[in-house]
């Protein structure tokens, strides 16, 4: 599975667009990008997936370079409430997650 | 998520003791995983089991083992704990019938080992 690299932390103001992104430089033509979050120590919570195309849903954007090497996770209005830790994974065939160390984003009001 | 269920919440032991964490599951998920987290770091996949009859050692299995008693069940165990295994432990659930593309794994709430 692809190792990713992600700026170990971001901050964002409340009610404007987080912007986080992820290097996957080796990132393979089978394996897919994963978003998950983690507020405080809860258990990671799933955002988002893609393989090539864009992707949006209820809770994010995942925009994905043509070239697949990087990816940009989107919180089109950040809120207190998204301050968490970010983890970009790429999944390969086996099903497995392999977390990085994430970046953590801190939404100030 | 209440679908996936971890107990104990927290545990203090002490070095040598055996431990058992459980997870239980309502989600009807085949696959299951064990996670720890250590301060700072993300996780780290201990073992994984595709169905019952299926377990599989992840990144650090040493000093682990598990059992899957039913496809609701997966348990985690430290036969002689040590206190580097110290660490927060996650237990999750993933559905594979959505397809290879998807595969979000369900997360539950954690266990908070601790070894003295």
């Known amino acids: 599975d692809a190792k990713t690299t992600q700026p170990p932390s971001m901050d964002c103001a409340e009610g404007r667009a987080a912007n986080l992104p992820c290097n996957h430089s080796?990132?393979?033509?089978?394996?897919?990008v994963y978003w998950y979050r983690q507020i405080h120590s809860q258990g990671p919570q799933y955002i988002i997936h893609g393989l090539k195309n864009n992707e949006t849903n209820e809770m994010a954007s995942l925009i994905i370079t043509e070239d697949r090497k990087s990816s940009t996770l989107i919180l089109p209005h950040a809120t207190l409430r998204d301050t968490a830790v970010y983890y970009c994974i790429v999944r390969g065939n086996t099903g497995k997650l392999i977390f990085g160390q994430g970046t953590t984003l801190q939404v100030k009001p | 998520d209440a679908d996936v269920t971890q107990t104990p919440r927290n545990r203090i032991t002490k070095t040598g003791k055996r431990i058992m964490l459980e997870c239980s599951q309502t989600k009807g998920h085949d696959r299951m995983y064990w996670y720890r987290q250590d301060p700072g770091l993300g996780l780290r996949l201990i073992y994984y089991s595709f169905d019952v009859k299926d377990i599989n050692k992840g990144e650090i299995s040493d000093g682990y083992s598990v059992s899957r008693q039913a496809q609701a069940k997966f348990s985690l165990s430290l036969e002689s704990a040590i206190p580097n295994q110290t660490a927060l432990y996650f237990c999750a659930t993933s559905d594979p019938t959505g397809g290879s593309s998807y595969n979000e794994q369900f997360f539950g709430p954690g266990t908070r080992l601790t070894v003295l």
């Open positions: 080796t990132i393979s033509g089978n394996e897919y």
